[in-house]
């Protein structure tokens, strides 16, 4: 079976793009431009196609996903879900089970990372609660998102890449609820593997203890007064933060004055004699404070972390999500006090507090960052930075917005969808609007909460994905395939299929992984003179099936640092979960779509 030159291409770009994809050094939306233009040049793809990705049913579709799932957020429709979990009790069974299916809800019809972001708070509030690690509920919730997102088109990605190729092979594309007899089958399988069985094979991360534990800010917050001569009374606190050398940290957290405690006070607060300071610094930059200020440590205790906090002034956890802006930089360039008016008390990496200067730490994805400011402030800076909070003392839930406008908007599209009155691009999108114009979701905050790496990885693999089928290399593939598999019955081509169809969505995107095996699963059910329908769903299944890695989907990344997990952890519930999802998942496919 010999390769031609356009074929050699194109699978050379693949292979090139997928140990990219694994690297990981570079952003796998630059790699898959990158991808799109060397098969462009090479002249696969035509000048005027190789730019119809970002116009494809598909890359619509899961935009207007996301910014539905951020309306429904805002309204509050899953924290008055989640209100009700508190009632739950402290069986650790009862609890994972009740976290994992209602995650696995809301997956099917939102996007799962975003599902599992609303209700990580609660896991860890639950898991302190009842005296357990964390490390216990996140991963089950990880999980179960994605099996969530199994259940009909607008889940995950893959079923509404997976809904789109259908018509190539002739048929029109999947409906809404044509995922949810293999989706909710494997759907219920695994989230009760993971109730009762799963979440006891999660490592006890000792380290992922409550805040106060994790981060002993008390160790380094000092009381130092302003005395009558000091050089510093009747100036402000930014000219006392101008006399210090760059390289010194002190962060001001609360001013004492009168024994009335002002947190965060502003840099143009003017001291006084007799003000107390409640600093953050280590022992050599507080030296260098008391010499430059000519101040003098105040008499009495430390204050303790209740100290920093007051009605309308919290102290909160928060993870970086993949996505967010603060990887690679540090919080000197961020100048979190001016830009957003809260501050930084101290960065966690892998259950553990780090020591080093905060305006030194590169930050990375999922560090946990301990953060003082107002309520208002620091909504704002967690939706500007791309964080996500974590469990505080005392659950807090906002109040539910206007519920049944944003739930009647979201079931209208999912009806149109579901009576084929309208394309789901169509019936989605214009949900996305009318949410916008109704003010469940500003127009900045739509556009900041679509996955744009996503879409642009989207757009760029789908011509490349086309450029392997329009070379023959997807039937090259499939014939190999088919090979590989001789004399298996239909049962073992939709296992083959299947697995593979996995194992690649463990090392890269797994939107990536379906756009490139959907055509190979056309190719491969042609081959055998048979329906594409149960090897697409086989597709559709493996594709979001990535247990075995913290890599392979951002609801794993997100959940790694929060439960102190290490990479070879996921394996130990993934591969069994793996398995289960196999077992069950190619019956009903055979079942509900016979070849």
């Not at 000092?222 to 009747?234: D, Q």
């Not at 797994?510 to 329906?531: E, F, Q, T, Y």
Request: charged share 15%.
């Amino acid at each position: 079976m010999s390769i031609t030159a356009d074929q050699g291409i194109v699978f050379g770009v693949l292979f090139a793009a997928l140990v990219l994809f694994v690297w990981g050094r570079w952003r796998y939306d630059l790699v898959a431009l990158a991808a799109l233009l060397v098969v462009a040049m090479a002249g696969l793809v035509e000048p005027g196609d190789a730019f119809a990705g970002f116009g494809h049913p598909a890359v619509v579709t899961v935009a207007a996903v996301l910014v539905v799932s951020r309306a429904l957020r805002n309204a509050g429709v899953v924290d008055a879900i989640a209100r009700s979990l508190t009632r739950v009790g402290d069986r650790p069974t009862v609890q994972v089970a009740t976290l994992t299916a209602l995650v696995a809800v809301c997956s099917g019809f939102m996007n799962n990372v975003g599902a599992l972001a609303l209700l990580m708070p609660v896991a860890i509030w639950m898991a302190r609660k009842s005296g357990r690690s964390p490390s216990m509920m996140l991963m089950p919730l990880a999980f179960g998102s994605l099996l969530g997102g199994m259940t009909t088109l607008i889940g995950t990605p893959p079923n509404i890449i997976i809904a789109s190729f259908r018509t190539q092979a002739g048929a029109p594309p999947f409906g809404m609820f044509d995922f949810l007899p293999v989706g909710g089958g494997v759907c219920l399988a695994g989230v009760a593997f993971i109730a009762l069985v799963g979440w006891r094979m999660m490592p006890e991360r000792q380290g992922q203890a409550a805040p106060e534990e994790l981060f002993h800010v008390e160790d380094y917050i000092t009381e130092v007064r302003v005395p009558e001569k000091s050089k510093l009374a009747g100036q402000t606190l930014h000219f006392l933060e101008s006399q210090l050398d760059d390289e010194v940290e002190i962060i001001v957290v609360v001013l004492i004055r009168d024994d009335r405690r002002r947190l965060i006070p502003s840099p143009f607060e003017i001291l006084r004699p007799g003000d107390i300071l409640l600093v953050e610094a280590g022992s050599d930059d507080l030296k260098t404070l008391l010499e430059a200020g000519e101040l003098e440590l105040a008499e009495g205790e430390k204050d303790d972390r209740g100290a920093l906090t007051s009605d309308d002034v919290r102290v909160i956890e928060a993870v970086i999500a993949p996505g967010s802006s603060l990887p690679g930089k540090t919080a000197v360039g961020l100048d979190l006090r001016r830009r957003y008016g809260v501050n930084l008390l101290a960065v966690a990496r892998q259950g553990q507090s780090l020591r080093q200067r905060l305006g030194k730490v590169r930050f990375v994805v999922g560090d946990i960052l301990l953060l003082q400011g107002k309520d208002q402030a620091l909504q704002e800076a967690l939706s500007a930075l791309g964080c996500l909070p974590l469990a505080e003392r005392g659950l807090r839930f906002g109040q539910p917005k206007r519920i049944a406008l944003a739930a009647g908007l979201f079931l209208t599209a999912v009806v149109a969808t579901s009576l084929g009155w309208l394309p789901v691009q169509i019936a989605l999108l214009a949900a996305a609007v009318a949410m916008v114009l109704v003010g469940l979701v500003t127009l900045n905050d739509a556009y900041e909460n679509i996955d744009w790496p996503v879409i642009v990885l989207l757009a760029a693999m789908i011509p490349v994905g086309a450029a392997l089928e329009t070379t023959g290399g997807a039937q090259l593939v499939a014939d190999g395939l088919l090979v590989l598999g001789n004399g298996l019955p239909a049962f073992g081509a939709i296992l083959l299929l299947l697995a593979v169809a996995m194992l690649l969505s463990n090392v890269v995107n797994n939107a990536a992984a379906a756009v490139l095996m959907a055509p190979i699963a056309i190719h491969m059910a042609g081959g055998l003179d048979a329906s594409a329908d149960p090897f697409l769903m086989a597709i559709a299944v493996g594709a979001s099936s990535a247990f075995l890695t913290p890599i392979g989907h951002q609801s794993n990344t997100l959940v790694m640092a929060p439960g102190g997990y290490r990479f070879g952890d996921y394996w130990k519930m993934g591969l069994p979960m793996s398995l289960l999802v196999a077992a069950v998942a190619v019956p009903l496919i055979l079942w509900a779509w016979p070849l």
